[in-house]
Antibody
Framework: QGQLVQSGPEVKKPGASVKVSCKAS???????MHWVRQAPGHGLEWMGR????????SSTQKFHGRVSMVRDPSTGTFYMYLNSLRSEDTAVYYC???????????WGQGTMVIVSS | EIVLTQSPGTLSLSPGERATLSCRAS???????LAWYQQKPGHAPRLLIY???NRATGIPDRFSGSGSGTDFTLTISRLEPEDFAVYYC?????????FGQGTQLEIK
């Protein structure tokens, strides 16, 4: 079925930015790539999505202005950038492949982002 | 934004028993846009059910989904030891996706 491989853990200071990458291996992204986060001990939170070609993206109002989701056409790697980090952004960030039936059928292994002074 | 409320928060059952998990939406959800996931500690979620009632690839037939409108159910007919985990429902509507807060299925 293939897999999504994400970048490694990050430790950032408040106010900084983080970049998380996600690359498909043994599969392709034909619909969309989504980003979901999970704070320690909490549930899943959908952040937003980018189209398979990287041509369009959208995110929840909560992250408007702070998040950017893109695709590098030269490598096919997807990236999620989150700016102005605060302690509440400490979480595991997942990329997940979206399907035409609005479900997420393949998930990355997760990237832990810790925001601490 | 459509809010999904799952119940119960925690469900304590024994292997071999039947589990019934509920997911209620604040607005009508097209059943084709309702999915269920299983998550074990330290792991990414795994897709179980899409389109409210369709099992994903490789999911055992003891897992089934049903419902429509605002009320959806995930049923596990006979619990196996590996089924004890957290379960999330997820929907798409109004160009947004959202998850329920999860149901913890624990061994009694």
């Amino acid at each position: 079925q293939g897999q999504l491989v994400q970048s490694g853990p990050e430790v950032k200071k408040p106010g900084a930015s983080v970049k998380v990458s996600c690359k498909a291996s043994g599969t392709s992204i034909t619909n969309s790539m989504h980003w979901v986060r999970q704070a320690p001990g909490h549930g899943l939170e959908w952040m937003g999505r980018v189209g398979a070609s990287g041509g369009s993206s959208s995110s929840t109002q909560k992250f408007h202005g702070r998040v950017s989701m893109v695709r590098d056409p030269s490598t096919g790697t997807f990236y999620m950038y989150l700016n102005s980090l605060r302690s509440e952004d400490t979480a595991v960030y997942y990329c997940a492949r979206g399907t035409a039936l609005r479900a997420f059928d393949i998930w990355g292994q997760g990237t832990m982002v810790i925001v601490s002074s | 934004e459509i809010v999904l409320t799952q119940s119960p928060g925690t469900l304590s059952l024994s292997p071999g028993e039947r589990a019934t998990l509920s997911c209620r939406a604040s607005q009508t959800v097209d059943r084709s846009n309702l999915a269920w996931y299983q998550q074990k500690p330290g792991h990414a979620p795994r897709l179980l059910i899409y389109g409210a009632s369709n099992r994903a690839t490789g999911i055992p037939d003891r897992f089934s989904g049903s419902g429509s409108g605002t009320d959806f159910t995930l049923t596990i007919s006979r619990l196996e030891p590996e089924d004890f985990a957290v379960y999330y429902c997820q929907q798409y509507g109004n160009s947004l996706y959202s998850f329920g807060q999860g149901t913890q299925l624990e061994i009694k």
